[in-house]
């Protein structure tokens, strides 16, 4: 470790590539578990669909997600990994799990747009399909962790993690970060209930 300024030790690049990708994986999953106490309440019906709130988390979870946090794993981290000689079947895993999330997320938010235009038969259908969603969302994000990586510690060299530090570090979260986005104003009262 390289000492601050202040006395403080600095973490390394690699650490703090962790900590930045593992914290906007605790964001996502946070808005997931919302999302999934939502839609327990609506079907146990102890509350009726807050359309706004849903529309919000779809929102993040695609803007922030799979807008932002998965092309920079794609562009930066995988990337850096097969040229580090991870095995293939690793990133490949995630990589189509990232196509296929982003495929059923549109099909997710048209028929969650259906259910808002009367009559509202979609949501029937939205409800349905979101549990199939969020698992594959947690999945997802276990498999990350517990494998992808793990694996880019052991493969890649120190010199490859400043660029990817940097990369998620620029990440601006339109939820958690410094620069709030208003349209996230009903899911973000929700999280903070």
């Not at 939205?126 to 517990?146: G, H, I, R, V, W």
């Amino acid at each position: 470790m390289v000492a601050a300024i202040s006395g403080q030790p600095r973490a390394l690049p690699v650490e703090c590539a962790l900590q930045d990708i593992i914290c906007q994986h605790r964001h996502l999953a946070r808005v997931l578990a919302a999302l999934e106490a939502h839609a327990k309440a609506i079907e146990a019906g102890d509350v009726l669909m807050d359309a706004d709130f849903v529309a919000a988390a779809l929102r993040y979870i695609h803007a922030f997600g799979y807008g932002m946090h998965q092309p920079t794993e794609e562009k930066y981290l995988f990337r850096a990994m097969r040229l580090g000689g991870a095995p293939g079947d690793v990133i490949d895993t995630v990589v189509a799990a990232h196509d296929f999330g982003a495929k059923d997320l549109a099909r997710l938010e048209n028929l969650f747009a259906e259910s808002r235009m009367p009559p509202a038969l979609a949501s029937a259908a939205f409800l349905q399909l979101l549990p199939d969603q969020l698992s594959l969302e947690y999945a997802n994000l276990a498999y990350e962790e517990k494998v992808v990586l793990p694996c880019a510690v052991e493969t890649l060299a120190a010199a490859d993690w400043p660029t990817i530090a940097d990369a998620f570090h620029l990440h601006e979260d339109p939820l958690f970060g410094r620069k709030f986005a208003p349209e996230l104003a009903p899911l973000r009262q929700c999280l903070l209930h």
